[in-house]
């Protein structure tokens, strides 16, 4: 039985399952630039991030792999034709090189660290441009090619599952959710909402689960919002999926490019909330932006206690 066997075993007997905690903005904590991951740069940081969460209780990890796509390279250039005219020569195969890169230390990590407990490396994958600007999606053509490419190499590289989040449109999820399939993984989904517990295009929970219900994600979740937010969402996702629900809000605030650290949400301030999406009926809780190993600690002990 495979690490990830498990925790859906669990899942679905309805066992609660920590994900772990913000990535990005630990790297950042730790006086890192997270701008180019650092997976080939700092392998060693990343390693050890990875197994901070795992002893700290996380039965999940993500890859430090959030918007490592091609399509954030060629972003820089007019086209195609002038990255490679202009560009660095290895532009091209950078993105897939370091996915791989990525999963290998979470691999790693768990290797080193996890002592026979079962944890799943979950590859972390969003959309394809600014996760809170639905607005500037490509097509859905472009996204199936891109989607697809990425999924391929996450599944080559031996992730457990896929973990799309903090996705802002249906048809994103749709379209992400359909390329880790077809690669042969399983998947969660994560959306990000408003206060009103909406997604950004305006479309609802409701009009989410209905296009994803078919394509069957293990887990359909709220993430990188405040922690109010993501009771709102929550509770708007539970009124219309019966199957495994969670949540992962963000702490802090961001400050572009990067993210400003507060002290509203300390460890024992998130548990608190945590034990109310408990109550609710999240059986997938965790930490996004700002959170860190003692957040998911706190977690692990608190409500498992």
């Known amino acids: 039985m495979s ?14 399952i920590i994900l772990d905690g913000g990535i990005g903005t630990e790297i950042l904590r730790r006086n890192l630039s997270w701008a ?23 039965d999940v990890i993500t890859t430090n792999s959030f918007q490592l796509a091609r399509r954030s390279f060629l972003s820089h250039f007019r086209d195609e034709a002038h990255m490679r005219q202009v560009g660095a020569a290895e532009l091209g195969a950078r993105a897939a090189e370091m996915l791989a890169a990525s999963v290998e230390l979470a691999k790693e990590a768990r290797a080193n660290v ?9 590859g972390a994958v ?20 891109e989607y697809r490419e990425i999924m391929d190499v996450m599944a080559e590289a031996g992730v457990d599952l896929i973990l799309l989040e903090t996705v802002n449109s249906v048809t994103e999820a749709t379209v992400g959710l359909e390329a880790a399939r077809q690669a042969g ?19 609802t929970m409701a ?18 919002v405040p922690p109010d937010d993501a009771t709102t969402g929550l509770r708007e996702l539970l009124a219309v999926r019966s199957g495994p629900c969670g949540v992962y809000p963000h702490i802090g605030r961001f400050d572009p490019p990067e993210w400003f650290f507060t002290d509203e949400y300390p460890p024992p301030r998130l548990l608190e909330e945590a ?9 997938v809780i965790g930490g996004c932006c700002g959170t860190t190993p003692d957040h998911i600690r706190a977690l692990a002990t608190g409500l498992n206690s």
Request: glycine share 8%.
């Open 275 to 283: 034990r109310r999406w408990r109550e609710m009926g999240a059986r």
């Open 114 to 122: 996890a002592a026979g407990r079962s944890v799943a490396i979950a």
């Open 207 to 224: 009009d989410a689960e209905k296009a994803l219900a078919p394509l069957e994600p293990d887990a359909v979740l709220v993430n990188c």
């Open 126 to 145: 969003t959309t394809l441009e600014w996760c809170f600007r639905p607005d500037l999606a490509p097509p859905a053509h472009e996204m199936r090619s």
């Open 3 to 16: 690490n990830y066997d498990v925790i859906r075993e669990r899942l679905e007997a309805g066992e609660l």
């Open 36 to 58: 180019d991951h650092q997976v080939t740069g700092s392998p060693d940081a990343i390693r050890g991030l990875h197994e901070d969460y795992i002893r700290a209780g996380a």
């Open 185 to 203: 993984l399983r998947c969660w989904v994560g959306f990000v909402c408003d206060e009103r517990g909406a997604l950004f295009t305006g479309e």
